[in-house]
């Protein structure tokens, strides 16, 4: 949720800062633009739309002449104020002097709004951020640190800001977090800092992430992180995995149809090093005590959107390998009704982008309480991963396409690895079980790639289908969460109405729906609730909705009643949802294309919902 970079070196600042957005774009695009410092001087370009409109703008302006250059960009998601001009940051204050990006919520703004405009400041936003300059100003005394340290103190909310200024003869920036990430990249004679990784990798792979506290003053020669007291923290740089070409499309039309095709490579990755040569399940240190995984008389699992559906799935696999009781919460609701949790408990928190402020909220509650806190996630070093006892990472490198696609199937690999490290631990299983479970982990990503070979046949249905306005999506059992996602990826990417149910429940009202302008999806893979499914089907069917499949190669029976279907590879029960997955974000993908929507960036989403 809004995208910040700064930076301050010898290259041309504009370039460095397009090239950092248009990396960040995936975390808003409603508006964007620059604030760079040239010799003293402030030049600010914004533009609404998206980051193309303000290259152009910017093309049209001279290079900038300072030895050492510096500035700071951001890309909006609306909040407080509508998307605008006026509106998109780096925001002023009264004198020029002082230019902030901010991502986040100050939720005293009009506080703080109405005191300074006691105070004779004026005005020109409708942002909750234009504060923060107006506060700069206030608080300077010839040192942007201390300023910017005192203007925080007076907020409440969240904020991940950046700050130059035309003040003073050494050229900085000064970086501030609570809450939304800021990650510093660490360069040679230049620095850089941005709210995610992916916009630094062209340049540097060591990084320090800054802790909520915490201030960041970036000069072309050094990098100093402090505490709130102003005390310095020696942080070494960590150097990030990820490289620039895994953050490009790579011949791809988009990333979303990349990040569907890389899932194989990405399942291998999450299992590698997590199996040892004897099948046995290694999930690093902090799991790797049997006594602690047998602790817990309770699992609790939070997360939101996709990664509340994969925590669904996740619920099959850990009940039925592991046996032990498992809750999913949507995280949003979980710390407004005083959860039930404690010592006993293992609290896993499932996040792409460790950033969800509701997750990350839901897992304070949790740990306040005194549970074991596990996150589940893909960005290394977020905020989930660093407040929580233990970390499972999902390697499926940078996720940009905003629709979750990858980030899903890796995190069901990674609860199914999870739920089989518990059974070692619990003896559920007996041990040539859990290896009869490994080997169908490692034959998933050759399995999925045969699914991906039908992406034509996937099309040609889209072609079909691309104009219905309304679907629906059934299954049962393991298959009801895979339901909620392909329905779930369908809204996201293309704006059509569709709803995920367990199949069971059509008949207690969304049956009255049906007709032949309602074409619905039946995942119905063999397993011992297809014949129950099939019954559901042959009831759409008799009241002329059009059934689209998803069954088991060699299901001829199903094929006759259907009216298409996509077959997915013969495969165990608990192996299926991570198979039938792939042709759903194939057709979602397809009929958004089609329908002209701008499948990457789908409107009014964000990547990163850092705030509640
Ligand atoms: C859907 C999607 C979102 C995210 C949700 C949680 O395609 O991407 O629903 O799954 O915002 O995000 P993370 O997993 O980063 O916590």
């Known amino acids: ?44 370009i914004r533009s609404v739309g998206r980051i193309g409109r303000l290259e152009e703008k910017i093309k049209d302006t001279n290079p900038t002449k300072g030895s050492v250059k510096c500035g700071i960009g951001h890309t909006r998601w609306a909040t407080h104020g509508r ?13 020029g002097r002082f230019y902030v990006a901010h991502n986040g919520i100050i939720e005293n703004y009009l506080y703080l709004k109405h005191r300074l405009i006691a105070q004779g400041h004026k005005f020109t936003t409708e942002t909750d951020t234009e504060v923060l300059p107006h506060l700069i100003e206030v608080y300077y005394d010839g040192d942007l640190e201390q300023a910017v340290r005192r203007a925080v103190r007076d907020v409440e909310g969240v904020y991940g800001i950046v700050v130059v200024s ?25 620095n850089f800092v941005a709210s995610d990784v992916p916009a630094l990798l062209p340049y540097t792979r060591e990084v320090v992430f800054l802790n909520d506290g915490e201030i960041a003053v970036i000069g072309s020669d050094g990098v100093q992180i402090k505490n709130s007291r102003g005390e310095c923290m020696c942080r070494p740089a960590e150097t990030i995995t990820w490289t620039a070409d895994m953050a490009e ?22 299992l590698r090093g997590c199996i040892g040569a004897d099948a046995t399940i290694a999930l690093g240190a902090e799991l790797g005590d049997a006594e602690i995984l047998d602790r817990f008389d309770r699992l609790h699992i939070l997360a939101m959107g996709t990664s509340l559906n994969a925590a669904h799935v996740g619920k099959f696999l850990i009940e039925s390998i592991a046996r032990v009781p498992t809750e999913v919460e949507n995280a ?7 959860p039930i949790v404690g010592p006993k408990s293992l609290v896993i928190g499932i996040s792409q982008s460790g950033e969800t402020a509701d997750t990350l909220a839901a897992m304070k509650e949790a740990r306040d309480k005194g549970a074991f ?16 006892d233990a970390v499972l990472y999902t390697h499926a490198g940078p996720e940009i396409g905003v629709a979750s696609t990858k980030a899903f199937t890796t995190q069901l690999t990674a609860l199914y690895l999870l739920a089989l490290k518990l059974a070692e631990a619990r003896h559920t299983l007996p041990k040539h079980e859990i290896e009869r479970h490994v080997r169908r982990l490692r034959d998933l990503p050759d399995q999925i790639s045969k699914i991906l070979d039908q992406g034509q046949g996937i099309a040609a249905l889209a072609d079909r289908f691309w104009r219905y306005r309304n ?3 059934l299954g049962r059992g393991i298959h009801y969460p895979i339901a909620m996602e392909g329905a779930l990826k369908l809204k996201e990417v293309s704006y059509i109405h569709a709803e995920g149910y367990p199949a069971g429940e059509m008949k207690h009202g969304p049956i009255a729906l049906i007709d032949a302008e309602m074409p619905v999806f039946v995942l119905a893979p063999q397993d011992a609730v297809y014949r129950k499914t099939m019954g559901n089907m042959e009831e759409v069917k008799v009241r002329d909705g059009i059934v689209i499949a998803v069954a088991t190669e060699g299901d001829h029976e199903i094929a006759e009643k259907a009216d298409y279907t996509i077959y997915i590879p013969q ?3 608990l192996i299926n949802p991570m198979l039938s997955t792939i042709p759903l974000q194939l057709f979602a993908y397809h009929i958004a294309l089609l329908r002209g929507c701008d499948v990457d960036k789908p409107r009014n989403l964000a990547k990163s919902v850092t705030v509640e």
Do not use: W
């Open 332 to 338: 949003s609701e979980f710390r407004y009704r005083d």
């Open 83 to 95: 998307p605008s001009e006026t509106n998109s940051h780096p925001h002023r204050d009264c004198t």
């Open 471 to 473: 679907f629906l999506y």
């Open 1 to 44: 949720m809004c995208g910040i970079v700064g930076y301050i070196g010898s290259r041309e600042v504009s370039s460095v800062l397009v090239d950092g957005l248009k990396r960040l774009e995936y975390r808003g695009y409603d508006s964007c633009g620059v604030a760079i410092i040239d010799e003293g001087k402030p030049r600010i």
């Open 166 to 190: 035309t003040e003073g003869t050494g050229q900085k920036i000064v970086a501030a977090r609570n809450g939304p990430p800021l990650v510093v990249g660490v360069g040679s004679g230049e």
């Open 571 to 573: 495969a165990d029960p």
């Open 373 to 388: 806190l596990l996150s589940i996630c893909n960005v290394v070093g977020s905020q989930a991963a660093r407040q929580s």
């Open 249 to 270: 499309k790579e011949g791809y039309a988009h990333f979303m149809l990349k990040e569907i095709h890389e899932q194989p490579r990405a399942i291998r990755d999450t």
